[in-house]
């Protein structure tokens, strides 16, 4: 047995003693083994992962990923002989979700990749199914900012949230709390809309008995409930230019003073701010101040707007009708929901939720059809949808490279798409493509 067969062999067994799941690919994309918690987590009982090409069992793509139109870490770790990491959607016995895949080759003694080894972390705060609460979403542009986050989430650098009004920050800042160190302790939200230089000091920092007309009790102010977990400032641009100096002492030295006091207070947190506005051109018209924006902008991270993600508008509707409907089943069929697609969405998904909440309000026997919607939705087409002839072309070349890429059933493959198996059939043969 060669000493390159050995090593594997050797590393093959060292994978049991490991909890996370791993498997050991060689540079042909075949599985040489899998330890017990891959096994568990990503193969169904009877599944013999050992010798099955790895985009077969974690994709159902017929061929690697990087052919599929996705990043391969493979390819990048062969070609940079480093490590590479990557938020892909799997395939698993649950149905899709999203994992976080960290690989790193094997070299031999003259520095060739060998085999690679892959551990994969389930992402638990965020759903590439229907789910009735937290993050949802299969677009490039979602998994990029969820990628982020995971990224961010072990340490405690300040995480700056942009994007427009509905992108779901809140959210985000959820997903960010409870992939953190800090999960187990609160997260505070401080609406930073509409509060006067008083009321925010008020409200950040607490104050005293007696600090002012009507403080008849002390009060606990929000960066000191905060301690110990993480300090969400919503739409940060909003905070008075008065505050902003107290705000970043605050987020450098972790002391404080409640309003009407003379003690000195520390709150340990970590800082997650949103917002919607410009603050780079905020910092130049002097209405933000610079060192507060670079403070809290350490690590910035970009939301996707809902036109920016129109294939997740149906995993979306999905969801939020669970949330809003209930035990009570509700569903939206196709006319509706390509009506749907076609819009632009500048309230993003808050403002699908809005509108879902409206429709099924009006939608008779559980179902929301095109008449139940918002003239709004039917009556315009957004400026930046393709013309019906190129939306269509559009389509058929999106699910003819999925037919050739996919390797799974059609019912697979309809959940893979966010399609129900008889739209899917449907557009097949509407298409040409069956």
């Known amino acids: 047995m060669s000493t390159e067969t050995d090593s594997v062999q050797a590393l093959i067994s060292y994978l049991e003693h490991e909890s996370t799941p791993m498997i050991v690919i060689d540079v042909e994309y075949n599985i040489l083994a899998a330890n017990t918690a891959y096994q568990r987590q990503f193969a169904t009982p009877r599944q013999q992962v050992h010798g099955q090409k790895c985009f077969r069992v974690s994709h159902q793509y017929s061929v690697p990923c990087d052919q599929a139109g996705e990043h391969c870490p493979m390819k990048q770790a062969l070609a940079t002989r480093a490590p590479d990491r990557v938020l892909h959607i799997h395939h698993t016995p649950r149905g899709p979700e999203h994992v976080d895949v960290e690989l790193r080759p094997i070299l031999d003694d003259t520095g060739n990749v060998i085999a690679y080894v892959e551990r994969l972390t389930s992402v638990a705060t965020a759903s590439a199914q229907p789910r009735e609460n937290g993050l949802v979403g299969r677009a490039e542009s979602f998994n990029s900012a969820l990628s982020a986050l995971q990224r961010a989430a072990p340490s405690q650098i300040p995480v700056l949230l942009q994007g427009e009004s509905g992108t779901g920050k809140e959210l985000f800042a959820r997903a960010l709390h409870a992939a953190s160190p800090r999960a187990r302790g609160p997260l505070v939200v401080v609406d930073c809309t509409g509060l006067s230089e008083t009321l925010f000091e008020s409200e950040l920092f607490g104050h005293e008995r007696g600090a002012f007309t009507g403080a008849m009790h002390r009060k606990i102010g929000l960066a000191e409930t905060a301690h110990g977990g993480t300090l969400f400032l919503d739409e940060i641009g909003d905070v008075p230019l008065p505050m902003q100096v107290k705000l ?29 506005k410009p603050l780079k051109q905020m910092v130049e018209a002097g209405t933000f101040r610079q060192d507060l924006y670079y403070r809290i902008s350490a690590f910035p991270v970009h939301l996707p707007s809902l036109r920016d993600r129109p294939d997740d508008i149906p995993l979306l509707t999905q969801s939020l009708l669970q949330r809003l409907a209930g035990n009570d089943r509700m569903r939206i069929d196709d006319e509706a929901m390509a ?62 490279h999925a037919l050739a890429m996919f390797d799974g059933t059609r019912e697979e493959l309809a959940r893979h798409l966010g399609l129900s198996e008889r739209t899917l059939y449907r557009r097949l043969k509407t298409y040409g493509l069956e």
Do not use: M
């Not at 709150?267 to 917002?275: C, E, G, H």
């Not at 309000?361 to 930046?384: K, M, S, Y």
């Open 339 to 400: 009506a749907l697609k076609r819009y632009a969405f500048p309230g993003n998904v808050r403002e699908l939720r809005n509108l879902l909440e409206r429709a099924r309000l009006f939608a008779d026997e559980g179902v929301i059809r095109l008449r139940d919607l918002p003239q709004d939705v039917l009556g315009t087409e957004p400026t930046t949808a393709l013309p019906r002839g190129k939306r269509q072309d559009s389509e058929k070349a999106r699910l003819s």
């Open 248 to 276: 970043l002492r605050l987020i450098e030295s972790g002391t404080f003073r409640r309003v009407g006091g003379v003690e000195t207070l520390h709150a340990d947190f970590r800082l997650v701010a949103a917002t919607h």
